[in-house]
């Protein structure tokens, strides 16, 4: 697949504002502790980078880290990278007239992706919910080229789904609990991934690139994942560690998913 930078669309802001507060919201809905993680992320961005980091948004989606980045930092930078042409639109539409955000159509399982990005190297590379869609040898080969673009001393954090195989009776109460929690929020009006999808594909305006989404990544509204494939903590520490991360280990955690930071 080419990879190419592409320019942000002319949309009313308020309505890409009203997009990126629904995909927050439901997102919100399967991770209620969402704004723990990206606050844990951003204090080690701060404690290992500064105050004024340059930030690659890995797999951005409607750059939901970007928007906590530049609030947080008023002397950030980020760029974000994604392949869906739905989240990307969202993305730079809300950030049109933010100078400081520039985002990249890119697909992460090219192998020269990373000649689509506008910097050689970043302070951090952050990603949240997103690379679970990758098997491990996909996803072991990105974290190999992540390698050449944090700069020495930079960070990148990875907060996903991250099972623990040897805690199967916790492992099943705790889903039992959330799927709980999840029939009652959409009983209360919660909209989940299929709904806000759907909701996508009736928009007029976003209709057609719901289509093309559909096209080149599968119809979401499925959920399909990488064939079951999610890894552990120690996964992700070890492998960090083994494609040149000088220290790796984990930050934070919930029941189910955790924080994983490497350091070069």
Partial sequence: MTI???GRRNAEPTE???WQDSWDRQQEWYLPDREERFRVMLDMVEALAGDAPRVLDLACGTGSISDRVLKRFPRAETVGVDLDPVLLAIAR???ADEPRAAFVT????DPRWTEALPHDSYDAVLTATALHWLRTDALGELYGRLAGVVREGGVFMNADHMPDATTPRVDAAERAFDRARREAARDAGAEDW???WQRVAADERLAGLAAERFALLGNPVRGDHADGEVQSVDW???TLRGHGFAEAKAVWCSPSD????GLR
């Fill in 4 to 6: 190419e930078a592409t």
């Fill in 16 to 18: 890409w504002q009203a």
């Fill in 93 to 95: 539409g809300h950030f």
């Fill in 106 to 109: 890119a697909d992460l399982t």
């Fill in 194 to 196: 299929a709904g806000w």
């Fill in 236 to 238: 992700h520490v070890r």
């Fill in 258 to 261: 955790g924080l994983v930071l």
